[in-house]
């Protein structure tokens, strides 16, 4: 990069709401480390400690609606649809909120914030104009929305505003909001540097003997983000009941009574070749060393096993958000979906019944390619000037 960068401060902006949005703000963090680390790039939650309003609200509430309370997401989601709906959210955010990112955003002289999160989009949007105004310094915002396909209409509540998309579908929806196409812009997926290129059989074999599966059967993973996969019970006992002659491999993530349902069914169940995971840091390797997923349709993890050729079940969806993700599976042939554990393991053994079979279900994944090139989108925001705030 050249040297008129130097002197650039980003802050990236995410809340905890799932996992996508903080993982896709430290991928892009790590690509301006590798192509420009002359820049100081810095994470931040958008929610400190003391606005335990907000965490309730939108993260601990985001996940129980998603995870436990089905019906009341969509709900909640269709809501979010309408305009005022929105506004009403975005001034209750901005009660604390817009105070503490202004002094965030004016201790650490950022020359740069990008938001990770629709929520936080207005509430930075008008900290900033209060930062500009204070200090005379220019401040440009731009915002990466971390749902590549469908997602809310939230996402582009401010018109005038720059925003990085990662399909044509999804740029088409920004425009039918009200952005102009000259503000809207298709940029990679933000894709960890490990999941850059497909696993090799040499690696694969590595692997399995590094974190102890057989190197002649079949691995199953059973993967759903932070809260485990949910279903993830009821598809071992199928395991169990038709004593599954390959591996399974489950993280359970934060989910500790899935975790120790499942030591118990290991220590009843010998036979089955089972593996139990909590939270993790090495999900590129399991990803890795498995011949099938079953996954909820979450970005970061449909994106990362396509990314490695691996077939993909999907067993459960966000309502509205995640729907482009299953779709996205769908089209490339590289999964399928399907909601009842019966169902789903006998789709498993089906695959896996012959080499052929399974060969048949990789087929169309190893012929899918994804941009991954996140050094573009580090060149778009040095040198972007389009992200100066609009005042209205």
Partial sequence: M???DVGRRFLLVYLNTGNGHRAQAKVLQEAFYDYAPECKVELLCGFDQKNRGGHILLEDGYGIACNYLHGVWPLVYDLGEFRFFQTIVRHAIRLHTQSYLRKEIEKRQITDVVSFHFALTPVLHDAILTVQKRTGRNIRLS???????????????????????????FRDFAIRSGVAPSRVHIVPFLLNKKFARPVTREEIRFL???????????????????????GALKLVNQCVLHKAPFSVAVVCGRNKGLYRSLELIKKVA??????IYGFVDYMDSLVKLSDLIVSKAGTSTIMEIASQQKPVIISNYIYGQEKGNLEFVKKNGIGCFIRHSAEIYAKINSIFASEESYEKAAAACKGLV???????????????????LAKK
């Fill in 143 to 169: 915002v990466i929305t971390t749902d590549p396909f469908t997602g809310p209409s939230a996402w582009f509540f401010r018109k005038n505003q720059d925003y990085l998309v990662a399909s044509p579908q």
């Fill in 2 to 4: 050249s040297g008129e």
């Fill in 208 to 230: 399995r003997d590094k974190y102890g599966y057989p190197q002649d059967k079949r691995v199953v993973l059973l993967a759903g983000g932070g809260e485990g996969l949910p």
């Fill in 370 to 388: 994804i941009d991954t090139d996140v050094e573009k989108i580090v060149r778009y925001l040095l040198g972007n000037r389009q992200g100066e």
């Fill in 270 to 275: 010998p036979w089955l070749d089972l593996h």
